[in-house]
């Protein structure tokens, strides 16, 4: 069988730091603080923003919520931006997305101060991330870099194959990689014979955003298997983007969906926040 690796073990494993950083923080006199602003009451996001609450409350950094009106105008939501970055105390501001339809989602991710831009979306942040300058990384990629380190997964030298190209995953996957050396291919809806590039992967990253599309005919015998989806399946249960029974006796290492990357999430914005509060900033 593969090594599974265990998200939910090496989350809790880089919260305990955090915690350690933010009481280290909190003996020189520096409180960390997040902002988490919601527009709406989108059922999912209403689950996402509890989780990022808890995780603040239990590594010891202060959350601020947000939860404004679906019918909030685009100008009052980059009003209050605008509040929350001339605020001394306030160190990360979140804007959980996506923002209902009249509001402009770039226009918001811009008016976030970079120095607060936990999320790692502002384009200051990922022009960063592409010439190798410290800056926020958007923490889903940054977790899974992290899931690769602490199972003992080399990158340097190996074909990566990231499947999916957006903003908040696939790009900064693969820039990522990339600097840890890997060998990187990004894949798309356009791709042409998806199959034949993936089975040169000794590192697959899914994120394709479809229930258990990737079955083994994607995968190379011995590959590591990153699933980034999360769906609820017929039964309401959940599932990734990989179809990990089918998937699983083909590969050497494999995450689990629940238990994979989902809670490196949550975990890496608390490690973004308290970079947030360090004189040097975060690396
Ligand atoms: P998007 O829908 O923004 O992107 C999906 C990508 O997959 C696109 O680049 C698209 O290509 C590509 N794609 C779609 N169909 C195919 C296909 N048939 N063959 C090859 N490529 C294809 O999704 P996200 O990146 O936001 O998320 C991906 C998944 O990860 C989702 O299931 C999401 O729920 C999950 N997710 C999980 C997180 C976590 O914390 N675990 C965080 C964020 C997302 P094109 O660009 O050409 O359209």
């Not at 605020?87 to 306030?90: A, P, W």
């Not at 923002?99 to 402009?104: E, T, Y």
């Not at 994120?207 to 994607?218: D, L, N, W």
């Given at each position: 069988m593969p090594q599974m690796i265990d998200g939910k073990a090496i989350s809790a494993q880089i919260k305990d730091e955090v915690k350690e950083q933010v009481a280290a923080l909190a003996a020189q006199g520096k409180k960390v603080c997040l902002a988490v602003i919601q527009v709406g009451n989108d059922p999912a996001s209403s689950v996402y923003v509890g989780n990022k609450k808890k995780a603040c409350a239990y590594v010891g950094i202060e959350s601020l919520a947000y939860e404004l009106a679906?019918?909030?105008t685009q100008e009052e939501l980059l009003s209050l931006i605008g509040e929350l970055n001339a605020?001394?105390?306030?160190n990360g501001i979140l804007v959980q997305l996506p923002?209902?339809?009249?509001?402009?989602e770039d226009a918001v991710i811009q008016a976030i101060d970079p120095k607060k831009d936990v999320d790692g979306f502002h384009p200051q942040s990922v022009g960063a991330l592409c010439i190798g300058q410290p800056g926020f990384v958007s923490c889903t990629p940054a977790g899974i870099i992290q899931l690769l380190k602490r199972s003992g997964i080399e990158i340097a030298g190996k074909e990566c194959v990231v499947i999916g190209r957006s903003n908040i995953v696939g790009k900064p996957m693969s820039l990522l990689l990339l600097k840890e050396n890997g060998t990187v291919t990004v894949t798309h809806?356009?791709?042409?014979d998806l199959k034949e590039v993936t089975k040169r992967a000794d590192i697959l990253i899914v994120?394709?955003?479809?229930?258990?599309?990737?079955?083994?005919?994607?995968v190379k015998e011995g590959a590591v298997v990153i699933d980034v989806g999360i769906h609820r399946n017929e039964n309401n249960k959940l599932c990734g983007d990989v179809d990990y029974e089918d998937v699983a006796p083909v590969c050497s290492a494999i995450t689990p969906v629940?238990?994979?990357v989902g809670p490196m999430t949550i975990a890496m914005l608390m490690y973004n926040c308290c970079a947030a509060v360090q004189p040097a900033g975060v690396s």
């Open positions: 679906a019918e909030t605020k001394d105390e306030v923002l209902p339809a009249h509001i402009d809806s356009r791709t042409k994120a394709v955003g479809k229930p258990k599309m990737i079955t083994r005919e994607y629940p238990g994979g």
